[in-house]
């Protein structure tokens, strides 16, 4: 993964891929000589609607950009024409990241104040990436938590369908498009109908047929045999047109006099289960692939309504995370360096305190199934294994990078190792996640400093 996949910026602009208060702060930490050594931590408050947990995911963009973040000729421009000052710009010149990053492996399920990321370096450095790490990780987990919570429905009512992307169109950009392919991947997709993300990020690529395919013939009939001459026995055949169950009566008998073992049909209109099994009945042995407000609500209702479908097309609710297209994501600082020591920092303001210090979150199963996590200080031992890994140190990355297929699979063991109630698309249950007797100790000793203001 290159930065070339971010969208329309490349290594020259990608570093500008920040908001102008970033930069002005990081012009006064280093014209000011105020540039400790600082933590952030990017975690969010509370999970959206009938969202029982959430999948990290985007870590792999957050590690790429930080290899290929440089202020090239080109943005150094730009800032010297928006205002920065020399020495500024010089710095900026030979600006590389040369901290540390600890994550939670993509894939992982996490839930509300439990780091996704946490950021150590220069107060100038680790600030630079505040509005690249939100932008790329919380978009990529609500995707990749829509795409989970259909592949866990599928796996409970189901009998392994496929699940393809079908939501570039409707994406909100480029780069949402391609992030969201990814995303859906890395929560248990199939792959993508969008081939520049089956490009830049190997996702196999599956396509049917357009409507104006067949309008385009005039006949119906002339739009199959065409396509079926061009496919073969690879086709697949959309039939909802104009009379989907004429459609499939038409499909199987030009197949037929053609000599094609028709691969499949496409239904894209309608009473999708009631047409489904019609279709069915005229096409027992032909695959049948649904679309058309496809959700994890959607499949549910198909599936236990007796629908007959081998595959499913979510798009705009996928592609958007529609009923949740907003995470209330954040990337606090959260220790200083003063004095030589690094100091747990927090804030007060009403609705958005912060736990202090870098953290460490300790996951407790039993029989495979996970119980309970604990938040607790990044120095002490907490019950469970610690979820989060480190992946860069001194700006070099040292952990492996697993693919896609790896990621994928990381999604699935975690989806299906949280109680059931947790996994519920309706009214989830509340995972239990403690904080650790030392963390709260310390966040109620550095309260009451701050609210007295002896620091």
């Known amino acids: 993964m290159t930065a070339g996949t971010f969208g329309h910026l490349g290594p020259e602009t990608l570093a500008l891929f920040t908001d102008r208060y970033e930069l002005s702060m990081m012009q006064g930490y280093v014209n000011q000589g105020h540039t400790p050594d600082a933590t952030f931590s990017l975690f969010f408050r509370s999970l959206p609607d009938d969202r029982g947990y959430l999948v990290a995911a985007g870590l792999e963009q957050v590690v790429a950009a930080v290899e290929e973040l440089s202020f090239g000729d080109r943005a150094l421009a730009y800032l010297e024409r928006t205002g920065f000052d020399d020495d500024f ?39 630079l990436l505040e509005t690249l790490v939100l932008n790329q990780v919380g978009f990529q987990s609500l995707v990749a938590t829509k795409a989970a919570r259909m592949r866990d429905v599928v796996e409970r009512y189901g009998d392994e369908q496929t699940l393809v992307d079908f939501g570039s169109r ?29 490009e830049a990020f190997g996702i196999p690529t599956y396509g049917t047929m357009a409507h104006s395919w067949v309008q385009s013939f005039p006949t119906e009939r002339e739009a199959f045999e065409t396509f079926l001459a061009e496919y073969g026995d690879d086709s697949t055949l959309l039939i909802d047109t ?16 053609m000599g094609v073992d028709l691969r499949g049909v496409r239904l894209d209109s ?28 959607a499949i549910r209702e198909f599936l236990t309504s007796g629908g007959v479908g081998a595959g499913f097309g979510p798009g705009t609710a996928l592609t958007t995370s529609e009923d949740a297209p907003a995470l209330d994501i954040v990337y606090k600082l959260v220790a200083v360096e003063r004095d030589g020591e690094m100091r747990p920092s927090m804030k007060l303001s009403s609705g958005k305190v912060t736990y202090p210090g870098g953290k ?63 996994r519920a698309i309706d009214d989830p249950e509340r995972y239990e996640v403690s904080v650790s007797d030392a963390l709260a100790a310390e966040t109620d000793a550095l309260r009451e400093r701050l609210e007295s203001r002896a620091i």
């Open 170 to 198: 409707r994406a909100h950009g480029v780069d949402a498009g391609l992030k969201a392919a990814r995303a859906a991947y890395v929560g248990g997709f199939d792959g993508t109908s969008n081939v520049a993300a089956g």
């Open 242 to 257: 104009y009379d989907t169950v004429g459609g499939a009566e038409l499909a199987k008998e030009v197949a037929a006099d």
């Open 360 to 422: 460490r979150v300790g996951r407790v199963e039993q029989g495979g199934t996970f119980v309970r996590d604990v938040l607790g200080r990044r120095d002490e031992e907490v019950d469970g294994r610690d979820i989060l890994e480190t992946v860069v140190v001194d700006g070099d990355v040292v952990s492996d990078r697993p693919s896609l297929d790896a990621i994928r699979a990381v999604t699935r063991r975690n989806v299906r190792a949280l109680p059931d109630g947790v």
């Open 89 to 127: 710009l010089d710095y900026l010149a030979g600006f590389e990241f040369g901290g540390e990053i600890r994550a939670v492996p993509e894939g992982t399920v996490v839930f509300p104040d439990e780091p996704i990321v946490e950021v150590t370096g220069s107060l100038v450095e680790a600030q």
């Open 270 to 297: 309608g009473d999708l289960v009631a047409l489904s099994k019609a279709v069915d009945e005229i096409l027992p042995d032909v695959d049948q692939f649904i679309s058309s407000g496809m959700d994890e609500y």
